[in-house]
């Protein structure tokens, strides 16, 4: 079992920047692929980035841009979303979810555990 916990999430100003953090519990922490989605009223939950367990690899979705960036300290079971260049359409909340194993996938379905989401909100 492991729990993920996200933070970092507040109202921010368009074109400023945010670091969302999420910490996972147990000692397993190096064996999960690690993601992010997030999700806005009345749509489906939408990939954003995901980092692999071993080498570091990430994925973004294309829409971003470059825009954010995900990294992983494993000694901290924890992962970030560096966000930057933030725009309205950014607004959702943002979801932390692990999978076990070293592939990534963009269907929310296939990821294991998820946190409770924290709340990013980007202001014209």
């Known amino acids: 079992q492991v729990q993920v916990v996200e933070s970092g999430g507040r109202l921010v100003q368009a074109g400023g920047s945010l670091r969302l953090s999420c910490v996972a519990s147990?000692?397993?922490?190096?064996?999960?692929?690690m993601a992010w989605f997030r999700q806005t009223p009345g749509k489906a939950r939408e990939f954003v980035a995901a980092?692999?367990?071993?080498?570091?690899?990430?994925n973004y979705a294309d829409s971003l841009e470059g825009r954010f960036a995900i990294s992983r300290d494993n000694a901290k079971n924890t992962v970030y979303l560096q966000m930057n260049s933030l725009k309205p359409e950014d607004t959702a909340v943002y979801y932390c979810?692990?999978?076990?194993?070293?592939?990534?996938?963009?269907?929310?379905?296939?990821?294991?555990?998820w946190g409770q989401g924290t709340q990013v909100t980007v202001s014209s």
């Open positions: 979810a692990a999978k076990y194993g070293s592939t990534w996938n963009v269907n929310a379905n296939d990821y294991d555990y």
């Open positions: 147990g000692r397993t922490f190096g064996l999960y692929t």
């Open positions: 980092i692999s367990r071993r080498d570091d690899t990430t």
